[in-house]
RNA sequence: GCGGUCAUAGCUCAGUUGGUUAGAGCACAAGAUUGUGAAUCUUGGGGUCGCGGGUUCGAGUCCCGUUGGCCGCCCCA
């Protein structure tokens, strides 16, 4: 028994796992680059002080966060959006407007694993920095969702719930909330879906019991599910703020709908998300069963990259984590069985066989063609056994027959077909063996 | 941070009311088989039974602690 372990919370990917999640970054990888959006990268160690300034300092208890020997407060990522605000922000004056970039990066957090969520996991962050129109979340929306369709799921499988904190808050002042009243409400509103009506308990002990006509029209408000339906909840008020944010949820979701994507998305203004700092739409994904944690989550977030020091900057970003799109890619059967093939196995008679095999191993390798061949001297019948087993297309015959008449054999492993191709023409031939099947 | 539950070979698991040297299948390796393939047979390697303590003549089995996995709560950027 193993006396070192992974940390708790933390993965091995032994190969058969490695295939797995490197199938899940190249989609989202090929997806990205389809909709136009450029790869980053950034330090996984950041200071202390990036994540405290944007989520307060509590998050430190869920950070892993020490003091490097310089004296340094330091912290593994938890997320990417305050590094990707900070590069953005520091060079935002030279980039060719829409930033559109994206990243896929593994991310630390101390805090108790569960299904679906671990202490290092890996995200796709897309992020569109410089529009502050709702095309930005059109296109975003449209990335998120064909980063999960780019597997084989479909809208039978998820679908993404799209909110508004600013409707919200222009919806809560126009029934008379203040801005302290409407945030606590809106935590509210963020867990009435799991604590029913026990969720309003802290706003009645911080501002008194909630008036009961206008507890109604707040739940009333959250259960909206159609655009028609919230045009009708809106249409007592005259304001022009509201109006405004009517204007830009028709323009997301006829958009959406453009696209071919409306069955992948729905109203939900139950989802408001606990971040502080999101501005305008939010939308996370779910699993249409509902038995898994979110796969996606994002929003636009305008003030932030100014908060860190930036430039005042619009930004929308949205990030999908690898757990749980693995486990729904799994429980959908949608997760490849990943088989790993050389091009080539090299049958090698003996030991003065080899060194002619070598020259022509090395060659076909350096040429981009997979080779193997076997560590020590196997009986023939041994290595087509390996062969086979290894699924390599071809065998190339090193033996002492061979060699005597300056050829190699070359054996198709699939309909048991050989030939006998002059040494020198190995390279051509197996070219040419290749390119036809 | 809190609660529940589990832990025997790389994997899936068996192991009787506590009883001698802890087993099977799969996987891996070798041989039967030194010039041609997924079969079969034989054999082998691999375990301080998660770790530590206790009870007992004797613990994989019972008790306590601890670590880790899984599930849930809090949280969820």
């Not at 297309?393 to 005597?404: F, W």
Request: hydrophobic letters at 45%.
């Amino acid at each position: 028994m193993a006396t070192f372990q992974p940390l708790p919370g933390f993965r091995d990917f032994y190969p058969e796992d490695f295939t797995r999640r490197r199938h899940i970054f190249r989609v989202w990888r090929q997806t990205a680059n389809a909709f136009g959006f450029q790869e980053y990268d950034a330090p996984v160690l950041e200071q202390l002080e990036l994540y405290t300034t944007k989520s307060g300092e509590e998050i430190e208890g869920q950070l892993f966060s020490f003091t490097d020997k310089g004296g340094r407060e330091v912290a593994l990522r938890p997320e990417m959006t305050p590094t990707v605000c900070r590069m953005v922000g520091a060079r935002a004056g030279a980039l060719k407007r829409p930033i559109k970039w994206f990243s896929v990066a593994e991310f630390y957090r101390y805090e108790r694993a569960q299904k679906g969520r671990l202490r290092a996991f890996s995200q796709f962050n897309g992020d569109i920095f410089g529009e502050a129109g709702p095309e930005a979340e059109i296109e975003l929306i449209a990335l998120l969702i064909q980063c999960l369709a780019g597997f084989g799921l479909t809208k039978d499988d998820f679908y993404v719930r799209l909110s508004d904190r600013d409707l919200w808050f222009f919806y809560l002042e126009a029934l008379g909330f203040n801005d302290e009243q409407s945030r606590t409400i809106l935590s509210a509103v963020d867990r009435y879906e799991k604590m029913g009506d026990e969720a309003f308990k802290s706003y009645a002990e911080v501002h008194g019991a909630i008036d009961a006509a206008l507890k109604e029209r707040v739940l009333g408000f959250l259960k909206i599910k159609s655009l028609a339906e919230l045009e009708a909840a809106l249409a007592p008020f005259n304001s022009g703020k509201l109006t405004a944010r009517l204007a830009d949820w028709r323009k997301v979701l006829s958009g959406v709908a453009a696209m071919g994507l409306a069955d992948f998305i729905t109203v939900d203004l139950g989802v408001v998300r606990g971040l502080a700092y999101y501005t305008g739409f939010v939308f996370e994904a779910f699993d249409r069963k509902g038995d898994l944690r979110a796969l996606a989550g994002g929003g636009r977030y305008n003030n932030l990259v100014k908060k860190l020091g930036g430039p005042d900057l619009p930004a929308v970003g949205f990030a999908i984590g690898d757990v749980t799109t693995g486990l729904l890619l799994e429980q959908r059967g949608l997760m490849p069985t990943f088989v790993s093939a050389p091009d080539l196995y090299a049958v090698i008679g003996g030991e003065s066989e080899r060194k002619a095999a070598f020259a022509d191993i090395q060659a076909l390798r350096a040429a981009g063609y997979r080779v193997e061949y076997p560590f020590k001297e196997l009986a023939f019948g041994k290595q087509f056994k390996a062969a086979a087993e290894s699924g390599a297309k071809l065998a190339l015959i090193y033996g002492s027959e061979e060699l005597a008449k300056s050829i190699v054999k070359i054996r198709d492993m699939s309909d048991r077909t050989e030939r006998e191709v002059p040494r020198d023409q190995v390279l051509a031939a197996v070219r040419d063996a290749l390119a036809g099947g």
